[in-house]
């Protein structure tokens, strides 16, 4: 029997984990192996490079403003090849404070502004006073649930952010609000969606509680590497998990 496998890179894993995003390649690898895809796992952190072409899936977990700050600033050196990753339909995952930092920019809790890099049109923002001095909008905190209309999917998670992101022109949700806040507590959207980048402010993590997002997302990778082989069909025959 042939041999598959997919390479993982953990962007940032051992910075930006909050509440065990690194779940999510557990939830995924839990699916692979079901299928005999064996997975093979890269933390990619401060000072590494990050190839473009060397992996086949990314994850880029949720982390406090401080660990944000710090990521930032590294991050702009991998600008150009995460921007090249995700045009060539690289399949990613980002939460919370990943999913931010893909974007425009993001304001912090105290005010400051940290630049994302921009590979994506969506921004985040806090609320404040009208002397910008404090902050008035309160924290996006609880269980939440979602529909994804285009698949007819619902998502539970549980939310923690500060932050309030608004997405752009070329982006659509992961899903409409059903209960909970979502991206920005006030146009019902949770998470985004743009070519095969899946962002969400869910923990939980997600995949682990969505099977049915794990299945969806390992498929989209799998297709793309093996393109001959009927992935969705395999995949089907393995029950899914939903907590
Ligand atoms: N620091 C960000 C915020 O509070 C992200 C939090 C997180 O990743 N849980 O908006």
């Given at each position: 029997?042939?041999?598959?496998?997919?390479?993982?890179?953990?962007?940032?894993?051992?910075?930006?984990?909050?509440?065990?995003?690194?779940?999510?390649?557990?939830?995924?690898?839990?699916y692979?192996?079901q299928i005999?895809?064996?997975?093979?796992?890269?933390?990619?952190?401060?000072?590494?490079?990050?190839?473009?072409?060397?992996?086949?899936?990314?994850?880029?977990?949720?982390?406090?403003?401080?660990?944000?700050?710090?990521?930032?600033?590294?991050?702009?050196?991998?600008?150009?090849?995460?921007?090249?990753?995700?045009?060539?339909?690289?399949?990613?995952?980002?939460?919370?404070?990943?999913?931010?930092?893909?974007?425009?920019?993001?304001?912090?809790?105290?005010?400051?502004?940290?630049?994302?890099?921009?590979?994506?049109?969506?921004?985040?923002?806090?609320?404040?006073?009208?002397?910008?001095?404090?902050?008035?909008?309160?924290?996006?905190?609880?269980?939440?649930?979602?529909?994804?209309?285009?698949?007819?999917?619902?998502?539970?998670?549980?939310?923690?952010?500060?932050?309030?992101?608004?997405?752009?022109?070329?982006?659509?949700?992961?899903?409409?609000?059903?209960?909970?806040?979502?991206?920005?507590?006030?146009?019902?959207?949770?998470?985004?969606?743009?070519?095969?980048?899946?962002?969400?402010?869910?923990?939980?993590?997600?995949?682990?509680?969505?099977?049915?997002?794990?299945k969806?997302?390992?498929?989209?990778?799998?297709?793309?590497?093996?393109?001959?082989?009927d992935w969705h069909s395999m995949l089907e025959a393995v029950e899914t998990?939903?907590?």
């Amino acid at each position: 029997m042939a041999n598959y496998d997919i390479s993982v890179a953990h962007l940032y894993g051992n910075l930006m984990n909050t509440y065990g995003d690194y779940g999510n390649i557990i939830a995924l690898t839990y699916y692979a192996k079901q299928i005999g895809v064996s997975v093979d796992y890269h933390l990619v952190s401060l000072g590494d490079e990050f190839d473009a072409i060397a992996y086949d899936f990314v994850l880029f977990g949720g982390g406090q403003d401080y660990e944000e700050t710090i990521v930032a600033n590294d991050l702009k050196s991998k600008t150009n090849q995460l921007h090249d990753y995700i045009e060539n339909d690289g399949a990613l995952l980002a939460i919370c404070g990943g999913f931010q930092l893909l974007g425009k920019y993001m304001i912090m809790a105290d005010g400051t502004k940290v630049d994302g890099i921009g590979v994506m049109d969506h921004y985040t923002t806090n609320m404040y006073d009208d002397k910008l001095t404090t902050l008035t909008g309160e924290r996006l905190t609880g269980n939440i649930v979602i529909k994804n209309n285009e698949t007819d999917e619902t998502y539970h998670g549980f939310e923690n952010h500060q932050g309030r992101t608004f997405l752009g022109e070329s982006e659509r949700s992961l899903g409409t609000v059903i209960s909970g806040n979502g991206n920005n507590g006030m146009d019902k959207t949770e998470g985004v969606i743009y070519r095969n980048v899946y962002g969400s402010y869910f923990h939980g993590p997600i995949f682990t509680r969505n099977g049915n997002l794990a299945k969806r997302v390992l498929i989209t990778i799998l297709n793309k590497k093996y393109p001959t082989i009927d992935w969705h069909s395999m995949l089907e025959a393995v029950e899914t998990e939903t907590f």
